[in-house]
Protein backbone atom coordinates (compact mmCIF):
# COMPACT_ATOMS: atom_id res chain seq x y z
CA UNK A 1 0.00 0.00 0.00
CA UNK A 2 2.59 2.24 0.59
CA UNK A 3 4.66 1.58 -2.82
CA UNK A 4 1.36 2.45 -4.24
CA UNK A 5 0.94 5.32 -2.16
CA UNK A 6 4.27 6.54 -3.08
CA UNK A 7 3.96 5.82 -6.90
CA UNK A 8 1.18 7.96 -6.76
CA UNK A 9 2.55 10.42 -5.29
CA UNK A 10 5.27 9.93 -7.68
CA UNK A 11 3.10 10.36 -10.68
CA UNK A 12 0.93 13.47 -9.47
CA UNK A 13 4.28 15.50 -8.99
CA UNK A 14 5.65 14.73 -12.26
CA UNK A 15 2.71 15.99 -13.76
CA UNK A 16 2.63 18.85 -12.26
CA UNK A 17 6.12 19.69 -13.01
CA UNK A 18 5.24 18.71 -17.01
CA UNK A 19 2.53 21.33 -16.46
CA UNK A 20 4.28 23.85 -14.57
CA UNK A 21 7.34 23.54 -16.36
CA UNK A 22 5.24 24.04 -19.60
CA UNK A 23 3.70 27.15 -18.76
CA UNK A 24 7.30 28.50 -17.14
CA UNK A 25 8.42 27.92 -21.29
CA UNK A 26 5.93 30.21 -22.50
CA UNK A 27 6.56 32.93 -19.91
CA UNK A 28 9.92 32.81 -20.13
CA UNK A 29 9.62 32.98 -24.19
CA UNK A 30 7.01 35.69 -24.54
CA UNK A 31 9.65 38.06 -22.17
CA UNK A 32 12.41 37.00 -23.99
CA UNK A 33 10.82 38.54 -27.03
CA UNK A 34 9.37 41.26 -24.65
CA UNK A 35 12.79 42.22 -23.18
CA UNK A 36 14.77 41.26 -26.13
CA UNK A 37 17.64 38.80 -25.49
CA UNK A 38 20.60 40.59 -24.07
CA UNK A 39 18.01 42.09 -21.46
CA UNK A 40 16.34 39.51 -20.61
CA UNK A 41 19.03 36.65 -20.76
CA UNK A 42 21.99 38.65 -19.28
CA UNK A 43 22.95 38.78 -15.90
CA UNK A 44 25.20 41.74 -14.64
CA UNK A 45 29.12 40.41 -14.10
CA UNK A 46 29.78 40.92 -10.43
CA UNK A 47 33.44 40.51 -10.26
CA UNK A 48 33.64 42.56 -6.73
CA UNK A 49 32.67 41.18 -3.60
CA UNK A 50 30.50 43.11 -1.41
CA UNK A 51 32.26 45.14 1.45
CA UNK A 52 29.09 44.08 3.62
CA UNK A 53 29.85 40.59 3.43
CA UNK A 54 33.04 41.14 5.16
CA UNK A 55 31.75 43.27 7.76
CA UNK A 56 33.41 42.36 11.01
CA UNK A 57 30.06 43.49 13.19
CA UNK A 58 28.80 39.77 11.84
CA UNK A 59 31.56 37.39 12.56
CA UNK A 60 34.61 35.66 11.71
CA UNK A 61 34.99 33.47 8.26
CA UNK A 62 35.63 30.18 8.24
CA UNK A 63 36.17 26.86 6.10
CA UNK A 64 36.56 23.46 7.41
CA UNK A 65 36.49 20.01 5.45
CA UNK A 66 34.06 17.43 6.47
CA UNK A 67 36.54 14.07 5.36
CA UNK A 68 33.86 11.97 5.72
CA UNK A 69 30.94 13.82 3.89
CA UNK A 70 33.71 14.95 1.54
CA UNK A 71 32.96 18.49 1.33
CA UNK A 72 34.32 21.57 2.47
CA UNK A 73 31.82 24.22 4.09
CA UNK A 74 31.72 27.78 4.86
CA UNK A 75 30.19 29.70 7.69
CA UNK A 76 30.80 32.77 9.66
CA UNK A 77 30.95 32.43 13.35
CA UNK A 78 30.61 35.01 16.23
CA UNK A 79 31.16 34.28 19.79
CA UNK A 80 33.47 32.91 22.16
CA UNK A 81 34.53 29.14 21.91
CA UNK A 82 33.95 28.01 25.39
CA UNK A 83 30.42 29.10 24.99
CA UNK A 84 27.60 26.09 23.65
CA UNK A 85 27.32 26.39 19.99
CA UNK A 86 24.27 27.58 18.24
CA UNK A 87 24.01 26.45 14.91
CA UNK A 88 22.23 28.53 12.26
CA UNK A 89 20.38 26.79 8.39
CA UNK A 90 19.93 28.97 6.22
CA UNK A 91 16.81 28.60 3.32
CA UNK A 92 16.42 29.13 -0.22
CA UNK A 93 17.40 31.32 -2.24
CA UNK A 94 19.61 32.39 1.15
CA UNK A 95 23.23 31.78 2.31
CA UNK A 96 24.56 32.64 5.93
CA UNK A 97 24.10 36.21 5.32
CA UNK A 98 19.80 35.93 5.99
CA UNK A 99 21.16 34.90 9.93
CA UNK A 100 22.97 38.55 10.35
CA UNK A 101 20.64 40.37 12.73
CA UNK A 102 21.29 36.81 14.83
CA UNK A 103 25.00 36.33 14.59
CA UNK A 104 25.02 39.62 16.20
CA UNK A 105 22.58 38.87 18.87
CA UNK A 106 23.22 35.64 20.10
CA UNK A 107 27.01 36.06 19.77
CA UNK A 108 27.12 37.61 22.82
CA UNK A 109 26.19 34.60 24.94
CA UNK A 110 26.53 31.78 22.12
CA UNK A 111 28.73 30.40 19.62
CA UNK A 112 26.85 31.47 17.12
CA UNK A 113 27.45 30.06 13.79
CA UNK A 114 26.00 30.91 10.32
CA UNK A 115 26.85 27.79 7.35
CA UNK A 116 26.68 28.41 3.81
CA UNK A 117 25.31 24.42 3.27
CA UNK A 118 26.61 22.37 0.30
CA UNK A 119 25.57 24.01 -2.81
CA UNK A 120 25.41 27.66 -1.80
CA UNK A 121 27.62 30.46 -1.16
CA UNK A 122 31.48 29.86 -0.61
CA UNK A 123 31.00 26.28 0.40
CA UNK A 124 31.48 23.35 -2.15
CA UNK A 125 29.03 22.74 -5.07
CA UNK A 126 29.10 19.28 -5.17
CA UNK A 127 26.98 18.02 -8.73
CA UNK A 128 24.47 15.89 -9.16
CA UNK A 129 20.95 15.72 -7.25
CA UNK A 130 21.97 12.57 -5.33
CA UNK A 131 24.40 14.82 -3.49
CA UNK A 132 21.79 17.20 -2.06
CA UNK A 133 19.19 14.14 -0.38
CA UNK A 134 17.99 15.21 3.50
CA UNK A 135 20.45 12.53 4.47
CA UNK A 136 23.81 14.36 2.97
CA UNK A 137 22.21 17.40 4.24
CA UNK A 138 22.03 15.85 7.42
CA UNK A 139 25.03 13.96 8.15
CA UNK A 140 26.79 17.68 7.03
CA UNK A 141 25.60 19.19 10.42
CA UNK A 142 26.42 16.02 12.09
CA UNK A 143 29.97 16.31 11.24
CA UNK A 144 30.28 19.67 11.51
CA UNK A 145 29.38 20.25 14.79
CA UNK A 146 31.63 17.07 15.97
CA UNK A 147 34.53 19.35 13.93
CA UNK A 148 33.71 21.88 15.68
CA UNK A 149 34.09 20.54 18.57
CA UNK A 150 30.61 20.59 19.95
CA UNK A 151 28.84 16.96 21.28
CA UNK A 152 25.22 19.00 20.70
CA UNK A 153 23.84 22.58 19.74
CA UNK A 154 21.07 24.75 19.45
CA UNK A 155 19.69 24.10 15.99
CA UNK A 156 18.34 26.97 14.52
CA UNK A 157 16.59 26.68 10.91
CA UNK A 158 14.41 28.49 8.36
CA UNK A 159 12.81 27.55 5.09
CA UNK A 160 14.84 24.68 4.02
CA UNK A 161 17.09 25.17 6.94
CA UNK A 162 14.23 24.36 8.94
CA UNK A 163 13.53 20.82 7.14
CA UNK A 164 16.96 19.83 7.93
CA UNK A 165 16.78 20.84 11.06
CA UNK A 166 13.48 18.76 11.58
CA UNK A 167 14.85 15.73 10.49
CA UNK A 168 18.61 16.19 11.73
CA UNK A 169 16.50 16.33 15.34
CA UNK A 170 14.79 13.42 14.82
CA UNK A 171 17.73 11.16 13.56
CA UNK A 172 20.19 12.71 16.34
CA UNK A 173 17.97 13.89 18.94
CA UNK A 174 20.99 13.35 21.27
CA UNK A 175 23.07 16.33 19.39
CA UNK A 176 20.04 18.88 19.99
CA UNK A 177 19.08 21.03 23.06
CA UNK A 178 16.32 22.94 21.76
CA UNK A 179 15.30 23.01 18.08
CA UNK A 180 13.78 26.68 16.87
CA UNK A 181 12.43 26.85 13.08
CA UNK A 182 11.19 29.92 11.20
CA UNK A 183 8.69 29.75 8.44
CA UNK A 184 9.37 25.97 7.42
CA UNK A 185 6.34 23.26 8.20
CA UNK A 186 7.45 19.44 9.07
CA UNK A 187 8.28 18.02 6.34
CA UNK A 188 5.76 15.00 7.04
CA UNK A 189 3.08 17.63 7.54
CA UNK A 190 3.79 19.95 4.18
CA UNK A 191 3.84 16.65 2.11
CA UNK A 192 0.39 15.90 3.76
CA UNK A 193 -1.06 19.19 3.35
CA UNK A 194 0.28 20.31 0.04
CA UNK A 195 -1.84 16.60 -0.49
CA UNK A 196 -5.03 17.66 0.45
CA UNK A 197 -4.64 21.47 -0.48
CA UNK A 198 -5.01 23.26 -3.31
CA UNK A 199 -4.19 26.78 -2.57
CA UNK A 200 -0.77 25.08 -0.91
CA UNK A 201 0.18 23.57 -4.51
CA UNK A 202 -0.35 27.33 -5.94
CA UNK A 203 2.18 28.72 -3.70
CA UNK A 204 4.36 26.07 -4.34
CA UNK A 205 4.45 25.95 -8.07
CA UNK A 206 8.15 26.83 -8.16
CA UNK A 207 8.96 23.55 -6.76
CA UNK A 208 7.48 21.41 -9.69
CA UNK A 209 9.15 24.03 -11.91
CA UNK A 210 13.16 23.05 -10.25
CA UNK A 211 12.04 19.68 -11.50
CA UNK A 212 12.77 20.31 -15.08
CA UNK A 213 16.19 20.55 -16.85
CA UNK A 214 17.96 23.86 -17.46
CA UNK A 215 14.65 26.26 -17.48
CA UNK A 216 14.44 26.46 -13.52
CA UNK A 217 18.02 28.16 -13.63
CA UNK A 218 17.59 30.11 -16.46
CA UNK A 219 14.17 31.64 -15.03
CA UNK A 220 15.90 32.25 -12.01
CA UNK A 221 18.63 33.86 -13.70
CA UNK A 222 16.37 36.27 -15.99
CA UNK A 223 16.79 39.94 -15.99
CA UNK A 224 20.07 40.12 -13.65
CA UNK A 225 18.17 37.12 -10.99
CA UNK A 226 15.08 39.47 -10.81
CA UNK A 227 13.24 36.49 -9.58
CA UNK A 228 15.50 35.97 -6.53
CA UNK A 229 14.71 40.17 -5.88
CA UNK A 230 10.47 39.20 -6.38
CA UNK A 231 10.98 36.71 -3.78
CA UNK A 232 12.49 39.19 -1.18
CA UNK A 233 10.66 42.25 -2.26
CA UNK A 234 7.92 41.25 -4.49
CA UNK A 235 4.42 42.37 -3.45
CA UNK A 236 2.72 38.76 -2.58
CA UNK A 237 5.89 37.09 -1.29
CA UNK A 238 8.38 40.01 -0.38
CA UNK A 239 9.04 41.13 2.88
CA UNK A 240 8.23 45.11 3.72
CA UNK A 241 9.76 47.97 2.19
CA UNK A 242 13.43 48.60 3.93
CA UNK A 243 13.95 45.32 5.33
CA UNK A 244 16.40 44.64 2.35
CA UNK A 245 18.44 47.23 1.29
CA UNK A 246 20.54 47.96 -1.85
CA UNK A 247 23.46 46.40 -0.40
CA UNK A 248 21.75 43.25 1.11
CA UNK A 249 20.22 42.48 -2.44
CA UNK A 250 23.44 43.21 -4.27
CA UNK A 251 25.05 40.69 -1.69
CA UNK A 252 22.62 38.55 -2.80
CA UNK A 253 22.75 38.76 -6.29
CA UNK A 254 26.87 38.18 -6.26
CA UNK A 255 26.22 35.04 -4.23
CA UNK A 256 23.98 33.70 -6.96
CA UNK A 257 25.55 35.54 -9.57
CA UNK A 258 27.27 32.38 -11.54
CA UNK A 259 24.96 29.37 -13.51
CA UNK A 260 26.35 27.16 -11.15
CA UNK A 261 25.30 28.84 -8.03
CA UNK A 262 22.25 27.67 -8.68
CA UNK A 263 22.36 24.15 -9.56
CA UNK A 264 22.94 22.75 -6.43
CA UNK A 265 19.85 24.80 -4.52
CA UNK A 266 17.83 23.88 -7.05
CA UNK A 267 18.64 20.11 -6.41
CA UNK A 268 17.44 20.21 -2.93
CA UNK A 269 14.24 20.15 -4.41
CA UNK A 270 14.82 17.78 -6.77
CA UNK A 271 16.50 15.11 -4.71
CA UNK A 272 13.56 15.54 -2.02
CA UNK A 273 10.47 15.26 -4.55
CA UNK A 274 11.93 12.54 -7.08
CA UNK A 275 14.37 10.96 -4.70
CA UNK A 276 13.22 11.14 -0.92
CA UNK A 277 15.30 9.13 1.31
CA UNK A 278 14.56 10.33 4.62
CA UNK A 279 13.39 7.69 6.93
CA UNK A 280 11.01 9.27 9.43
CA UNK A 281 10.10 7.15 13.23
CA UNK A 282 6.41 6.29 13.81
CA UNK A 283 6.95 8.30 17.22
CA UNK A 284 7.00 11.73 17.35
CA UNK A 285 10.12 14.40 17.70
CA UNK A 286 11.16 14.94 21.21
CA UNK A 287 13.53 17.75 21.40
CA UNK A 288 11.91 20.72 22.68
CA UNK A 289 11.39 22.99 19.90
CA UNK A 290 9.61 26.04 19.28
CA UNK A 291 8.46 27.65 15.96
CA UNK A 292 8.31 31.04 15.05
CA UNK A 293 6.16 31.83 11.89
CA UNK A 294 5.62 35.13 10.30
CA UNK A 295 1.62 35.06 8.90
CA UNK A 296 2.39 36.44 5.95
CA UNK A 297 4.20 33.98 4.39
CA UNK A 298 3.78 34.18 0.52
CA UNK A 299 5.16 30.79 0.03
CA UNK A 300 3.79 28.67 3.07
CA UNK A 301 0.47 28.91 4.87
CA UNK A 302 -0.37 29.59 8.51
CA UNK A 303 -1.56 26.38 8.99
CA UNK A 304 1.46 24.26 8.64
CA UNK A 305 2.53 25.90 11.51
CA UNK A 306 0.25 24.32 13.84
CA UNK A 307 -0.11 21.01 11.86
CA UNK A 308 3.98 20.70 12.54
CA UNK A 309 3.22 20.64 15.92
CA UNK A 310 1.47 16.98 15.44
CA UNK A 311 5.02 15.51 14.84
CA UNK A 312 6.62 16.96 17.93
CA UNK A 313 5.84 16.20 21.46
CA UNK A 314 7.12 19.69 23.25
CA UNK A 315 6.25 22.05 20.05
CA UNK A 316 5.32 25.83 20.73
CA UNK A 317 4.20 28.08 18.07
CA UNK A 318 4.79 32.03 18.48
CA UNK A 319 3.32 34.19 15.24
CA UNK A 320 4.51 37.26 14.44
CA UNK A 321 2.34 39.37 12.40
CA UNK A 322 2.25 40.74 9.52
CA UNK A 323 5.79 39.22 8.95
CA UNK A 324 6.70 37.58 5.62
CA UNK A 325 8.62 34.56 4.91
CA UNK A 326 11.75 35.96 5.90
CA UNK A 327 10.88 36.64 9.18
CA UNK A 328 14.31 36.58 10.73
CA UNK A 329 15.28 39.79 8.50
CA UNK A 330 12.45 41.15 8.19
CA UNK A 331 11.14 40.97 11.94
CA UNK A 332 15.13 40.53 13.79
CA UNK A 333 14.30 42.22 17.28
CA UNK A 334 10.68 40.23 17.73
CA UNK A 335 12.36 36.81 16.52
CA UNK A 336 15.20 37.50 18.51
CA UNK A 337 13.66 38.16 21.34
CA UNK A 338 11.19 35.07 20.60
CA UNK A 339 14.23 32.69 20.84
CA UNK A 340 15.90 34.23 23.17
CA UNK A 341 12.31 33.66 25.78
CA UNK A 342 12.33 30.29 24.85
CA UNK A 343 15.50 29.49 25.49
CA UNK A 344 15.86 31.35 28.49
CA UNK A 345 12.53 29.07 29.50
CA UNK A 346 14.57 25.94 29.27
Same mark, same amino acid.
Given at each position: ?22 ? !? !? ?6 ? %? ?6 ? =? ?16 ? #? ?10 ? =????? =? ?20 YSWRHQLKEFGKDYKAVAVDMRGYGDSDKPSGMSEYSLNRLVEDVRELIDVLGYEKCILVGHDWGGAVA ?27 ? +? +? ?39 ? !? ?48 ? #????? +? ?5 ? #? ?39 ? %? ?7
Amino acid at each position: MAGLRRILSLSITILLSIVVGTL !S !SFVYLFNL %IRFGPKRW =VSVKKRNRRPDILDNDKY #GQHHWVALKHCR =VRLHY =VAQGPDDRPLMLFLHGFPEFWYSWRHQLKEFGKDYKAVAVDMRGYGDSDKPSGMSEYSLNRLVEDVRELIDVLGYEKCILVGHDWGGAVAFYFATKYPNKVQSLIVCNSGHPLALRKY +M +MSTFSQIIKSWYMFLFLAPILPVLTLRAHDLQMVVTAFCGR !STGAKPGTFTPEDIEAYKYTFAEYSDLVGPVNYYRAALLRPDAVWPKTRL #GVRTL +MVWGTRD #GFLEKKLAELSGQYVDQYSVKYVEGSSHWVQQEEPQQTNAL %IRQFLNDA
